[in-house]
């Protein structure tokens, strides 16, 4: 047996038992008194009962205060409640947004803390299974938070206790908001029928209650039911500043040399004058003060636009550290306001060229400042001990030139000729005269890469696997494509460069130099450093039950213990902010930035534009509804028994 | 005492007395003050023709006088346990008046009998007269203890057989008889007294002040009353006992009795000297 509300029990004994007895007490002792005659005291008494129906009724306070105590007693019995909101639906989903822009001040403490609290009061006010009632079940209750992922923090219940601790344990987080795996997620526990209702499946479409400041970023591919979704929207203020991009990066020319590049925007409607700090390994070396326009009309579209100031910055000389950009004016928002890089040391990349002889690949390889080259013959190659160079890796890449479709060791490898064995690719046949139709611009082996031109007077027929990406296209056949297999990567170009009017291209150096970036960075030399909210980060290559370390965030000193396959799962980072994660011999920083213009817009909104219906944000405030009105009720009889032990022993004549 | 001493017991009954005394007596008799004339039968005394009206008339007419006698005062006091209650204490009260009412008449030649009683007649001393027995009248109120249950009518069927003759009957009590006192006073006016009915009651008893939840307990007969005092009650107790002090006194009144209320915080001398006088029990 448990008790829900053990102190309100002890209380209310506390007051009411030593009362009690104290009344019992003194009701119960006569005292005696000697009189003459009793004769003239036994007729008052006998006139008084004869009156008492009418006159004692009319006259004796004390019969009034039993009745009124009795009534009230009655009344509380009746399970009275104020504001009676009738529960037609019998199911709830609690919908609560715990992105980043619910962390602004404008309500204080905070608008995920006002969200919190709306819920509780909508629990609080839901009807309790009474014990005198014969009625039907008490409503359930399931409690969703969203940002980026949906996550259920407790299922369907009616237990108020229960619901109200899971509430109060929803944390902020500094992710996105997306409602649809939200309405999902509540969609399909609906459906699932539950151990608690006794494995009825719900009869009724359960309602959506979505806590929000409408900063949804999917709202556009979201359908709902009439009725289904309720909208309580939080928050009223729009001043915030935020650094909505930020990078850092080494010159191509100078690897000492690091460019940093940062968008700041405004959302509010006036002009903010503020000042952007950078501070290399926490030692401040710049500070620079700009104005950013306010949100105003978009000339050629007429949208309202935010006001947007791009500023960069270049320090001559950095080996490695943590760059920290921070916006110095306080506004709603906090956690947009800074934002980091890590830049590891620069090194040499060692690329392996096998050739029988390219002076253009290799002039091209060779503009590519970073990359110490090696050379050798394809004969050369294909005697190389395929084993010790899967495990030793003594090069970071290898390019081979009019290859002729040998399977090759692992590694990352860009390819011109044949594509090599053993991947999945096939190239059996050969084609001729053929021109790239498409190819993908955007993507950033092809980045400032001019295909139009291309002219190609032989090339192998590749069928590429389905999990390859498709970079440039023939005609009919794939011209360059990607594949990422078992740890290995090749960038295959099905042509050998000679064949084409490629090298008389300037868009040839490019590619090179774009390639020889991507596998370098495929090649773990540049590591991903820079994340954004809530990305998974998975370290490769430990001992199996290595352990390791994070601090940061949430987070103090989590213990981390790499897998049997020796991967070190690191735990979802929900905080803007640097990471450091020690491994035994070595420790890497991550910096988790929100970047998140569409976040950043605290701007709350009234109303959802959800596909075919507009959601429009309800009341502002949810009332404390069905109200129970009997622990007054007993208070108040509590009070008059007290009124009547006064009266009684006061004596008040009437 | 000396204010005493000037008041003697009056009865505003002609009674008929033992012993020649100073009372008018209903019996026509030997003394000077004229009553009537009837015609002359054989046998009657020619002392007392008037001759005079025989030389007016030739009838024979007799003279008749008013016969003067003593008067009979009969004082009986409640000493039960009811009468030992109040402040000041009724029983002092009422042997005061017992015994203030018994100086007049001793001092005055009256024939007193003073008696006691509650469930019977205690103590009685028959026919006092003359300050000779000032003492023993005194010793037997002091000597009387206040205590037990009444039995009105018992005594005054007593009372009545006791043959003390009539004349005045001063009944000194509270009158807080269970069994009623009707039978008991007709008893008393049947036998032809002249009956004053004193009733003495203490303050305590008129407006009490009595609180809160009580278990009334009778001082006689240990008789019972779980009562709570509230404003209600007492009042009904108010009325019920001006009702049965009413009673009482139209009962009496009817009977041709007189009724006294005395409460014990009134003055003994006020009462008798005043009070007794205006209702003419005294003169």
Not at chain 1, 265 to 278: C, F, I
Not at chain 1, 432 to 440: A, G, H, M, S, W
Not at chain 2, 112 to 139: C, E, H, I, P
Request: with cysteine.
């Amino acid at each position: 047996m448990n008790w829900l509300t053990p102190l309100t029990a002890i209380y209310a004994a506390a007051i009411a038992v030593p009362l009690f007895l104290l009344l019992y007490f003194l009701k119960l002792k006569r005292q005696e008194d000697v009189v003459p005659c009793t004769l003239l005291w036994k007729r008052a008494v006998q006139d008084l009962q004869v009156n008492a129906p009418f006159q004692r009724l009319r006259r004796n306070i004390l019969l009034l205060i039993q009745l009124l105590m009795l009534l009230a007693i009655l009344a509380a019995l009746a399970g009275p409640v104020l504001a009676l909101q009738s529960m037609k639906t019998q199911r709830y989903v609690l919908l609560i947004d715990n992105s980043a822009s619910m962390n602004a001040t404008d309500i204080k403490p905070s608008r995920l803390e006002h969200a919190k609290e709306q819920a509780t009061v909508f629990v609080e006010s839901l009807t309790d299974a009474s014990f005198f009632s014969l009625k039907r079940q008490p409503p359930q209750v399931m409690v969703i938070t969203i940002n980026d992922t949906a996550k259920v923090v407790c299922n369907f219940t009616s237990n108020k206790t229960q619901l109200t601790e899971a509430i109060e344990r929803i944390k902020p987080g500094d992710g996105g908001t997306q409602l649809g795996q939200g309405l999902a997620l509540a969609r399909a526990y609906c459906q699932t029928p539950d151990v608690e209702s006794n494995n009825r499946t719900a009869e009724q479409a359960a309602k959506l209650l979505l806590f929000s400041d409408g900063g949804i970023q999917d709202t556009q591919s979201l359908k709902i039911a009439d009725n289904e979704l309720a909208y309580h929207a939080v928050g009223t203020g729009t001043d915030n500043v935020a650094i909505t991009a930020m990078k850092a990066r080494r010159s191509f020319e100078n690897a000492e040399q690091v460019n940093i590049f940062a968008l700041l925007t405004n959302y509010s409607d006036a002009p903010v004058t503020t000042e952007l700090e950078l501070s290399i390994n926490g030692d401040l070396k710049t500070v620079k003060s700009l104005t950013v326009p306010a949100r105003s009309d978009n000339p050629t579209s007429g949208e309202k636009q935010n006001g947007q100031v791009s500023i960069d910055f270049d320090i001559s000389s950095l080996e490695d550290g943590v760059i920290q950009l921070r916006q110095t004016r306080s506004d709603l928002l906090a956690a947009d306001d800074t934002a980091w890089a890590v830049l590891s040391a620069p090194r040499d990349i060692k690329a392996m060229l096998v050739t029988d002889g390219n002076r253009v690949l290799e002039s091209a390889l060779k503009a590519c400042r970073s990359v110490k080259l090696f050379r050798c013959s394809r004969q050369e190659f294909s005697q190389m001990d395929a084993a010790s160079m899967a495990l030793a890796k003594p090069y970071d890449m290898v390019i081979l030139d009019n290859h002729d479709g040998a399977a090759v060791p692992r590694g990352c490898y860009l390819v011109f000729g044949k594509p090599p064995e053993g991947i999945g690719v096939e190239a059996a046949e050969k084609g001729e005269n053929q021109i790239v139709v498409d190819y993908r611009g955007k993507h950033p082996i092809l980045n400032y890469v001019n295909l139009d031109n291309l002219f190609v007077s032989q090339y192998h027929k590749m069928t590429l696997p389905r999990e390859a990406e498709l970079l440039a296209e023939f005609d009919q056949t794939p011209a360059i494509g990607l594949v990422q297999r078992s740890q290995s990567t090749y960038i295959l170009v099905g042509f050998d460069v000679m064949e084409t009017n490629w090298p008389f291209e300037p868009g040839f150096v490019m590619f090179v130099y774009n390639a020889v970036s991507f596998l370098g960075e495929q090649a773990g030399l540049a590591e991903k450093s820079e994340l954004a909210v809530a990305e998974p980060v998975t370290l490769q290559g430990f001992q199996a039950g290595t352990e390791a370390t994070l601090n940061g965030g949430d987070y103090a000193n989590e213990k981390i213990i790499a897998t049997e396959g020796g991967k070190l799962h690191l735990p979802v980072m929900e905080r803007v902010g640097l990471y450091r994660l020690e491994m035994p011999e070595t420790s890497r920083t991550f910096a988790v930035n929100m970047l998140n213009a569409s976040e950043s817009d605290i701007r709350p909104q009234t109303q959802l534009e959800l596909t075919g219906e507009t959601v429009t944000a309800g009341d502002a405030e949810i009332k404390r509804f069905n109200l129970p009105i009997w622990p007054y009720i007993v208070g108040a009889v509590l009070l008059l028994v007290c009124v009547e032990w006064f009266v009684y022993n006061s004596k008040i004549r009437l | 005492m000396n204010k005493l001493d000037t008041l003697d017991v009056l009865s505003r009954k002609i009674l008929r007395g033992k012993l020649q005394g100073q009372r008018r007596s209903k019996r026509r008799g030997q003394s000077i003050e004229f009553a009537d004339h009837r015609p002359y039968v054989v046998g009657d005394d020619l002392r007392f023709v008037d001759w005079n009206i025989y030389a007016r008339l030739e009838q024979l007419f007799l003279k008749l006088f008013i016969e003067e006698q003593d008067l009979t005062v009969h004082v009986a006091i409640d000493v039960s346990g009811s009468v030992n209650y109040g402040q000041p204490d009724k029983a002092v009260f009422i042997k005061k008046i017992a015994a203030a009412l018994s100086y007049i008449s001793l001092v005055n030649n009256n024939r007193l009998t003073l008696t006691t009683f509650r469930q019977d007649v205690v103590s009685q001393l028959k026919y006092m007269r003359g300050r000779n027995y000032l003492s023993q009248m005194a010793d037997l109120l002091l000597d009387a203890e206040c205590e037990g249950v009444t039995d009105f009518e018992n005594v005054c069927k007593q009372l009545v057989a006791s043959q003390v003759g009539t004349g005045i009957m001063i009944v000194i009590s509270d009158f807080m008889f269970k069994e009623g006192y009707e039978e008991a006073m007709k008893r008393l006016f049947g036998r032809g007294y002249d009956v004053y009915a004193i009733q003495a009651l203490s303050p305590q008893e008129v407006d009490p002040e009595l609180k809160g939840d009580l278990k009334l307990v009778d001082i006689e007969d240990a008789d019972t009353a779980e009562v709570t005092i509230s404003g209600a009650l007492l009042k009904y107790y108010k009325k019920n006992l001006s009702a049965y002090c009413n009673e009482l006194k139209d009962f009496c009144t009817r009977q041709g009795g007189h009724y006294v209320l005395a409460k014990s915080s009134d003055s003994v001398e006020h009462l008798v000297l005043n009070y007794l006088r205006r209702i003419r029990l005294l003169s």
